[in-house]
T-cell receptor, first 115, second 112 residues
Framework: AQTVTQSQPEMSVQEAETVTLSCTYDTSESNYYLFWYKQPPSRQMILVIRQEAYKQQNATENRFSVNFQKAAKSFSLKISDSQLGDTAMYFCAFMTTSGTYKYIFGTGTRLKVLA | KAGVTQTPRYLIKTRGQQVTLSCSPISGHRSVSWYQQTPGQGLQFLFEYFSETQRNKGNFPGRFSGRQFSNSRSEMNVSTLELGDSALYLC???????????FGSGTRLTVV
């Protein structure tokens, strides 16, 4: 069975600085997708970034980038130039390509950006 | 483009009652998934529907059921409510590929 582990329950960062959230996963599959979702107090889960396992290049979306290490089964999220609006819960999620179409979520990291 | 709409936003029910939650996906999205979010268990997959068929189901008791209509709108039903069913229920829709899901804002269910 697949598992996703986020070992940092809470983190804080000063505004304009950089922070990295860690995520590790376990799977025997070779093809899969990894995601980072953000859940602000408004409760809506917002897709931050997506990575396809067969792509070696790390995904980037503006201030958000990932460090995807397939062999180590690691998928960390780097937030550059942190903004107050980045304050939220961040969830790492795994989805296989085997047609099950369901996410396995980590337990989340609560990130607080300090002014 | 309208997002995923879940109704109601908040719901309070008593033990033993049943409840129906509704989800309207993004127009054109044929896949709808449901997740339960609690502080203790985190986000747990309930089920996924695609073109009116349940394609996958999580490890929840039979009291949890769902369906999808021809317009892709989905409903989730929980019968004989228990205190432990108190949670945020999230719906997510997708065109049906592996690109990723768009989530709604959820229905907060409180069972008293």
């Amino acid at each position: 069975a697949q598992t996703v582990t986020q070992s940092q329950p809470e983190m804080s960062v000063q505004e304009a600085e950089t922070v990295t959230l860690s995520c590790t996963y376990d799977t025997s599959e070779s093809n899969y997708y990894l995601f980072w979702y953000k859940q602000p107090p408004s409760r809506q889960m917002i897709l931050v970034i997506r990575q396809e396992a067969y792509k070696q290049q790390n995904a980037t979306e503006n201030r958000f980038s990932v460090n995807f290490q397939k062999a180590a089964k690691s998928f960390s999220l780097k937030i550059s130039d942190s903004q107050l609006g980045d304050t939220a819960m961040y969830f790492c999620a795994f989805m296989t390509t085997s047609g099950t179409y369901k996410y396995i979520f980590g337990t989340g990291t609560r990130l607080k950006v300090l002014a | 483009k309208a997002g995923v709409t879940q109704t109601p936003r908040y719901l309070i029910k008593t033990r033993g009652q049943q409840v129906t939650l509704s989800c309207s996906p993004i127009s054109g999205h044929r896949s709808v998934s449901w997740y339960q979010q609690t502080p203790g268990q985190g986000l747990q997959f309930l089920f996924e529907y695609f073109s009116e068929t349940q394609r996958n189901k999580g490890n929840f008791p039979g009291r949890f059921s769902g369906r999808q209509f021809s317009n892709s709108r989905s409903e989730m039903n929980v019968s004989t409510l228990e205190l432990g069913d108190s949670a945020l229920y999230l719906c997510a829709s997708s065109p049906g590929n592996d690109y990723g899901y768009t989530f709604g804002s959820g229905t907060r269910l409180t069972v008293v």
